[in-house]
């Protein structure tokens, strides 16, 4: 059995960091420029060479993300980028555009190109093309069904990778090119400025009639006619397993260090288990838990099963569905004194119902015990922005997540 990697997002160093140490095969990020995602902090060049090295001593891979699609007065800043790109040994370039494509190959020695899915590839004809002029891997576009990328992957090339995402938000445009937010704030959307209008309230009024304003309503279960569900897939692996994909994506390089965690965690755990006993795999339900532990929107499972025509996926409810809070996390622990050392997120206080989540598994229970400053002081409470203090806590380890009930 061919077992996928899981490839998760990394919007900054710290992220990085926790999609590695929660099970990322790979991580893909950005620079501050040729990125979609310019909402996320991204990485300077010295945090870029901080997070390869992080990662490669891991064992996991780094992607860098040039998928934007640039004017010509952008791509002369591109050379830059890839000059810094090239010293720091990335193992692929995610690139949309066939010129920022020219420049990688002009600029980079023996590039490996990852085709982003805002390239929109659909068919086997698109995918050969795209290998036959040097792509290594493609992000399939995100209205292909499971089927149609099963027969895909049956007549391309069984070097050609394929990659799709399998968990976080989606939009209403064609696999991420959309122009509303260019159109109502001047915010480029396909140059990763995204102002995310799909998620905004509209209403009607009749032509000569503007002072009667009524909410669009598409139907009795909404008025959100563009906000697409979230997709999530956990539920799902052995079929996305079959369906011959190399490369499983999670979607949130603007969400959390706590999502990049919880998220990454859950799909490790549930391929793994697959993958060691595919013959009587049974999906466990804590890891539906977690997922459902982070924010989101409604889940639903994208188009792998049904067309946008059949379910066009538009949420009920525009709100996010709130996540656990994040209360801190473990940087130590000394197991003699059942010490754990750690870096406060958000307050918590003796005798707080609390939960552990740690690599490889799912989170389990705990009391808040008692807690002291960094001079061994007893304290009732950790109520600082990012303080450091002690936990008495039967285990943990470093890495460990605290979260709140």
């Known amino acids: 059995m061919k077992t996928p990697e899981i490839l998760s997002p990394a919007g900054n160093l710290e992220k990085l960091i926790y999609a590695v140490n929660y099970g990322a095969d790979a991580v893909y990020c950005a620079l501050d420029r040729f990125g979609m995602r310019t909402a996320a902090d991204n990485f300077t060049p010295d945090e ?10 891991h064992r996991v891979k780094l992607y860098l993300t040039l998928n934007t699609m640039p004017k010509d007065r952008e791509l002369s800043l591109l ?3 890839l000059n810094i790109a090239d010293k720091l040994k990335v193992d692929a370039y995610i690139i949309s555009d066939p010129g920022v494509m020219e420049y990688v190959h002009k600029y980079i020695h023996n590039p490996v190109i990852h085709l982003s899915t805002q390239a929109n590839t659909l068919n086997t004809a698109a995918c050969r093309f795209w290998y036959n002029n040097g792509v290594k891997r493609i992000v399939l576009a995100r209205e292909l069904s499971l089927d149609e990328i099963s027969i895909i992957r049956s007549n391309t090339p069984a070097e050609l990778e394929l990659e799709c995402f399998i968990h976080g938000a989606m939009c209403v445009s064609y696999s991420g090119r959309c122009l509303l937010s260019n159109y109502y704030v001047n915010r480029n959307a396909n140059n ?5 209008p799909c998620r905004w309230k509209y209403h009607l009024h009749e032509e000569k009639r503007s002072a009667d304003v009524i909410e669009a309503e ?4 909404g008025t959100y006619i563009f906000s697409s569900k979230d997709t999530c897939m956990i539920e799902h692996i052995p ?3 079959s369906s011959g994909i190399d490369s499983l994506k999670i979607e949130g390089r ?3 260090a706590y999502y990049t965690a919880v998220i990454t965690n859950a799909y490790r755990m549930a391929l793994t288990d697959y993958v060691n006993n595919p013959d009587k795999y049974t999906f466990n ?8 532990s982070v924010s989101h929107r409604e889940y639903a499972t994208g188009y792998f099963f049904s067309t946008p025509s059949e379910n066009a996926n538009i949420v009920r409810n525009n709100e996010y569905i709130k996540d656990k809070a994040f209360l801190c996390t473990v940087s130590e622990y000394n197991g003699e004194r059942a010490l754990a050392k ?12 609390a939960n552990i989540l740690s690599p490889g598994s799912t989170g389990r229970d705990i009391v808040i015990g008692r807690l002291f400053d960094t001079d061994m002081n007893p304290i009732e409470s950790a109520p600082h922005a990012k303080m450091e203090f002690y936990l008495e806590v039967d285990s943990a380890k470093s890495g460990d997540i605290i979260r709140g009930i």
């Open 48 to 57: 870029l060479i901080t997070g390869i090295d992080y990662a490669h001593s």
């Open 79 to 81: 050379p830059e980028y």
């Open 192 to 196: 990763g400025s995204c102002t995310q």
């Open 218 to 221: 598409q139907n009795p279960e």
């Open 239 to 241: 079929e996305l397993v």
């Open 254 to 256: 603007v969400k959390s």
């Open 285 to 292: 339900t804590k890891y539906r838990d977690e997922v459902e």
């Open 342 to 353: 750690c870096i406060q997120r958000n307050k918590l206080s003796v005798g707080d119902r």
